[in-house]
């Protein structure tokens, strides 16, 4: 019994030893929920990732020792690959390879080298400290869609072209004149009838919803009363159901009007084509009626000709007459907008053979 004390006693002494190491070490916090194995040694090896030769960011510290850290990127912006010359939208995301290649003044440049994820291409996008930017270096093209801040009411923030002369005083201040003044006359009066629509709607919505809603009821009335209208239209005439009716106002009347006017046009133009070919008719019948009347007569009479001839001339000028005035009747019956039929050619005939 006194051996297994004994033995505990050793254990716990060479633990609290241990701790001890450890904690002077600067390890301390380590070793909570951490397996170390009995042969680590605190002051041979500093960290648990060095006793196991691996390094704190796992694989993506694989290159390393080539200055190269495995990162997540996403595109800047919209680029064409130079492989496979498919688009590629901006925001999509990569494994990308960083690495620091130069410096502007302090500022360190970095590089990322990315893979195509549709052929397995290679291109390379780097920062540009001078311009607060990314340039494509190789391996792909970018998308120009660069925002022009002057087209916008600005000026251009980033001016450093080298070449350019010194700042005009007078050019800034015209510059941001002008600003002031897209801002006092157009800005900021949009933004106060914003606010001022803005509160109107919000001051009181209970009233403002039963305007809304008495307004609603109102077209929804007029609306099924017209419905009820055009249905009853369609049942009487009997149009079709799927047949849309228009709206009576005063440009469908004046539509319709228009329409009527050239139909009744259309019409009286016809009815006179239809009397001035029944008058060609009746002028080609006149002679041939009146000349053989006339030889009936010179056989049976013996009277002079200058009698017979008047009674001859009589009956002719008689249907005339007659037709004359039946056509004169019909105009005055078609500008009424009437329906009556012209006289039958066949009458007329029969006629002058009864005279």
Same mark, same amino acid.
């Given at each position: 019994?006194?051996?297994?004390?004994?033995?505990?006693?050793? &254990? /716990?002494?060479?633990?609290?030893?241990?701790?001890?190491?450890?904690?002077? *070490? =600067?390890?301390?916090?380590?070793?909570?929920?951490?397996?170390?194995?009995?042969?680590?040694?605190?002051?041979?090896?500093?960290?648990?990732?060095?006793?196991?030769?691996?390094?704190?960011?796992?694989?993506?510290?694989?290159?390393?020792?080539?200055? /190269?850290?495995?990162?997540r990127f996403e595109l800047?912006?919209?680029?064409?690959?130079?492989?496979?010359?498919?688009?590629?939208?901006?925001?999509?995301?990569?494994?990308?390879?960083?690495?620091?290649? %130069?410096?502007?003044? @302090?500022?360190?440049?970095?590089?990322?080298?990315?893979?195509?994820?549709?052929? @397995? %291409?290679?291109?390379? /996008?780097?920062?540009?400290?001078?311009?607060?930017?990314?340039?494509?270096?190789?391996?792909?093209?970018?998308?120009?869609?660069?925002?022009?801040?002057?087209?916008? %009411?600005?000026?251009?923030?980033?001016?450093?072209?080298?070449?350019?002369?010194?700042?005009?005083?007078?050019?800034?201040?015209?510059?941001?004149?002008?600003?002031?003044?897209?801002?006092?006359?157009? +800005?900021?009066?949009? /933004? &106060?009838?914003?606010?001022?629509?803005? #509160?109107?709607?919000?001051?009181?919505?209970?009233?403002? *919803?039963?305007?809304?809603?008495?307004?609603?009821? &109102?077209?929804?009335?007029?609306?099924?009363?017209?419905?009820?209208?055009?249905?009853?239209?369609?049942?009487?005439?009997?149009?079709?159901?799927?047949?849309a009716l228009s709206a009576?106002? #005063?440009?469908?009347?004046?539509?319709?009007? !228009?329409?009527?006017?050239?139909?009744?046009?259309?019409?009286?133009?016809?009815?006179?084509?239809?009397?001035?070919?029944?008058?060609?008719?009746?002028?080609?019948?006149?002679?041939?009626?009146?000349?053989?009347? *006339? *030889?009936?007569?010179? =056989? +049976?009479?013996?009277?002079?000709?200058?009698?017979?001839?008047?009674?001859?001339?009589?009956?002719?000028?008689?249907?005339?007459?007659?037709?004359?005035?039946?056509?004169?009747? !019909?105009?005055?019956?078609? %500008?009424?907008?009437?329906?009556?039929?012209?006289? #039958?050619?066949?009458?007329?005939?029969?006629?002058?053979?009864?005279?």
């Open positions: 019994m006194s051996t297994v004390r004994t033995d505990l006693r050793a &254990e /716990i002494t060479s633990l609290l030893d241990r701790h001890q190491q450890l904690a002077v *070490s =600067g390890n301390a916090m380590q070793g909570f929920n951490k397996y170390y194995p009995p042969d680590y040694d605190p002051e041979k090896h500093s960290s648990l990732n060095a006793y196991r030769g691996k390094h704190a960011l796992g694989d993506r510290a694989r290159k390393i020792g080539e200055g /190269i850290l495995i990162v800047p912006f919209n680029i064409w690959c130079g492989t496979c010359n498919n688009h590629i939208g901006m925001g999509v995301r990569y494994n990308a390879e960083k690495k620091k290649v %130069g410096n502007y003044y @302090s500022t360190p440049i970095y590089s990322f080298r990315c893979k195509c994820h549709l052929c @397995s %291409g290679w291109f390379e /996008i780097q920062t540009d400290p001078k311009n607060t930017r990314y340039v494509v270096v190789s391996g792909a093209r970018q998308k120009e869609e660069d925002w022009d801040p002057e087209e916008n %009411g600005g000026f251009a923030v980033h001016e450093t072209d080298p070449n350019q002369g010194p700042v005009d005083p007078l050019a800034a201040l015209e510059k941001s004149t002008d600003a002031q003044n897209h801002m006092n006359n157009v +800005q900021v009066p949009r /933004i &106060e009838a914003l606010q001022n629509l803005a #509160d109107h709607y919000s001051s009181d919505p209970y009233t403002h *919803s039963l305007r809304v809603r008495r307004r609603f009821r &109102e077209q929804k009335k007029i609306e099924k009363a017209r419905e009820e209208a055009d249905e009853s239209i369609k049942s009487v005439y009997g149009l079709p159901e799927a047949l009576e106002d #005063d440009e469908t009347r004046a539509k319709a009007k !228009q329409e009527w006017e050239e139909g009744r046009q259309v019409l009286e133009e016809r009815e006179s084509a239809k009397r001035r070919k029944l008058g060609a008719e009746v002028v080609s019948v006149m002679p041939r009626a009146s000349s053989s009347r *006339s *030889s009936a007569r010179s =056989g +049976q009479s013996s009277r002079p000709s200058s009698s017979s001839g008047s009674k001859t001339s009589d009956p002719v000028s008689a249907l005339r007459a007659k037709i004359l005035g039946n056509t004169a009747k !019909q105009s005055i019956s078609i %500008g009424g907008i009437s329906r009556s039929k012209p006289p #039958d050619p066949k009458s007329a005939r029969a006629l002058v053979r009864r005279i």
